[in-house]
């Protein structure tokens, strides 16, 4: 069984830095392409960034360019955000999803496999 | 920016079929993934490449998509089907939802 579990998130004031980590088991992790995905309370889903199973490719969103980055460690079947200069419009629930392909954000591609969420409140 | 949109709301009663849609610009020309996100859940891929179910979601729940609008359609919804539905779709590399549609049953 596929699990995904995030953590590092937290209460954390505008400007200041924060790196979610997302624990995969349950599959071969450098296989797919995974992606952070995240909810502002009440809203509706807003994807955030991608990165391939080798970590050649990479995209963000434009509303977190430049301020987040992404990474992987396949020896650890770890997924990373780490977040820079953070906002109030970046508090959400920040869920880890598995991508059924090697490399995210190609035609047929779709996320399979989603974590529980790590909780980031900036204030 | 490439937008998904979807009505904010719909409601059915139990028994009846639900049609959630979204649409977006030559939205048929791009794959269209749905997902299910029950009340304090995460996200549940319900149907994806436009009209495929995964294993284990039931056989009422199917897809199309062709123009402008992709449909999700549930037949013979149950209670245990509210929830808020997020069609995806990709361009330009990066992934784009629609807003969702809460979808009450009742």
């Known amino acids: 069984e596929v699990q995904l579990v995030e953590s590092g998130g937290g209460l954390v004031q505008p400007g200041r830095s924060l790196r979610l980590s997302c624990a995969a088991s349950?599959?071969?992790?450098?296989?797919?392409?995974m992606h952070w995905v995240r909810q502002a309370p009440g809203k509706g889903l807003e994807w955030v960034s991608t990165i391939s199973w080798n970590s050649a490719s990479v995209g963000y969103a434009d509303s977190v360019k430049g301020r987040f980055t992404i990474s992987r460690d396949n020896s650890k079947d770890s997924l990373y955000l780490q977040m820079n200069s953070l906002r109030a419009e970046d508090m959400a629930l920040y869920y880890c999803a598995k991508d059924i392909r090697a490399v995210g954000g190609t035609e047929g591609g779709y996320l399979d496999h989603w974590g529980q969420g790590t909780l980031v409140t900036v204030s | 920016s490439y937008e998904l949109t979807q009505a904010p709301s719909l409601s059915v009663s139990p028994g009846q079929t639900a049609s959630i849609t979204c649409s977006g610009d030559?939205?048929?020309?791009?794959?269209v993934s749905w997902y299910q996100q029950k009340s304090g859940q995460s996200p549940l891929l319900v149907i994806y490449?436009?009209?495929k179910r995964p294993s284990g979601i039931p056989e009422r729940f199917s897809g199309s998509n062709s123009g402008n609008t992709a449909t999700l359609t549930i037949s013979g919804t149950q209670p245990m089907d509210e929830a808020d539905y997020y069609c995806q779709a990709w361009d330009s590399s990066t992934a784009v939802f629609g807003g969702g549609t809460k979808l009450t049953v009742l």
């Open positions: 490449q436009d009209n």
């Open positions: 030559k939205l048929g020309d791009k794959y």
């Open positions: 349950g599959l071969t992790f450098g296989d797919y392409a």
